[in-house]
């Protein structure tokens, strides 16, 4: 019986995924629980890449302290997960759609390093949206134009919901055209288990997984424009003011980047990106967490994300630096 791309992906994926696993020592009675000391620096030292893409061994033995709620995947930006805890079915994603969102704008509208790219002129929807209740908005003004690197800077860092739309209707004319965009580049990129329903991820029908999101993570961390907006703490924008950054785990060192989303029906959820030297090259370690205190409010299931994703950085961090315990 032959398989499609997509099912041997699946296929080799998963296995590889069980061992590696079972060669880092990470059992059943491992994933949860435990605790995290210091966080690492960002320059860590492990051993040359292997099948696992350096992993092997590093955290042997140790006890992950993986979330215990919904759903976490970790793994090399150039590997296979290594480690997958937490049922991976389809959950809501809240504002982690934007990163899908911003990859769509920068495949068709590529920008190089620097470069501002088109003014794009903020239109009377997405002004009025500012006033709309219950939503993450930025303030812009009808008429006003903003250049494409701006847009994306507040879609990413603040999380506008209406920045999302307007790109969307800037690109495709509806909002509804965009989103099949963002559904084809999910396929193309074996997303078989993520549906976009919405640029922003308001909807709740905008569902993925935990290695689906760390496979579009991979994807938009090769693009350094986008790998440059997801690392700034704040951003001053002309007629606004300076905007924080929604990712608070920015503070921990050697993160750069990546995503929030949250609200009441999908809980707390972070992609993270910390930076690793593996086989003495700077490599990225990139993480997703899931559906955190679902059915809470969404600054309580976000504490969660990051709480949770800090502490399993921390221990990451101290299993990834044998340098510092050698002296």
């Known amino acids: 019986m032959s398989l499609s791309p997509a099912h041997r992906n699946r296929v080799t994926g998963g296995a590889l995924a069980l061992f590696l696993l079972t060669a880092l020592g990470v059992t059943a009675a491992g994933t949860q629980g435990g605790s995290a000391s210091t ?8 051993s040359p890449a292997g099948p696992d893409g350096g992993l092997k061994g590093i955290v042997d033995g140790a006890t992950i302290p993986w979330p215990k709620d919904g759903q976490t995947a970790i793994g090399l930006e150039d590997a296979l997960p290594v480690g997958v805890p937490g049922e991976q079915r389809p959950v809501p994603i809240a504002s982690l759609a934007k990163v899908m969102t911003a990859h769509v704008i920068l495949k068709e509208h590529p920008l190089r390093p620097g470069e501002a790219g088109p003014g794009i002129e903020v239109d009377r929807q997405a002004a009025y949206e500012v006033g709309v209740g219950g939503e993450s908005t930025v303030p812009v003004r009808a008429g006003r134009s903003y250049s494409q690197r701006r847009l994306l800077e507040l879609l990413l860092i603040p999380s506008g919901n209406n920045i999302a739309r307007l790109l969307s209707r800037w690109d495709s004319g509806t909002q509804e ?21 919405g640029a922003s991820g308001i909807e709740v029908t905008t569902t993925s997984t935990a290695t689906d999101q760390l496979t579009l993570a991979r ?25 924080t950054n929604t990712n608070s785990l920015l503070d921990t060192p050697g993160v750069v980047g990546l995503k929030t989303g ?10 993270w990106a910390r930076e690793v030297r593996v086989g003495g090259r700077t490599r990225l370690l990139l993480g997703a967490v899931l559906h955190q205190r679902a059915g809470t409010t969404p600054a309580e299931g976000l504490r969660a994300a990051v709480d949770g994703s800090r502490r399993l950085i921390a221990a990451l961090g101290d299993r990834l630096d044998p340098a510092r315990t050698e002296g």
Do not use: H
């Open 39 to 46: 966080t690492g620096t960002g320059t860590d030292v492990v």
């Open 219 to 243: 994807q938009v961390m090769k693009d350094p424009v986008f790998r440059d907006i997801v690392a700034s703490r704040t951003v001053t924008v002309p007629g606004i003011g300076p905007i």
């Open 177 to 197: 055209g965009f989103v099949k965009k963002m559904q084809r580049a999910a396929d193309e990129l074996g997303m078989d288990r993520s549906t976009y329903t």
């Open 262 to 271: 949250s609200s009441t029906p999908a809980g707390g959820n972070l992609l």
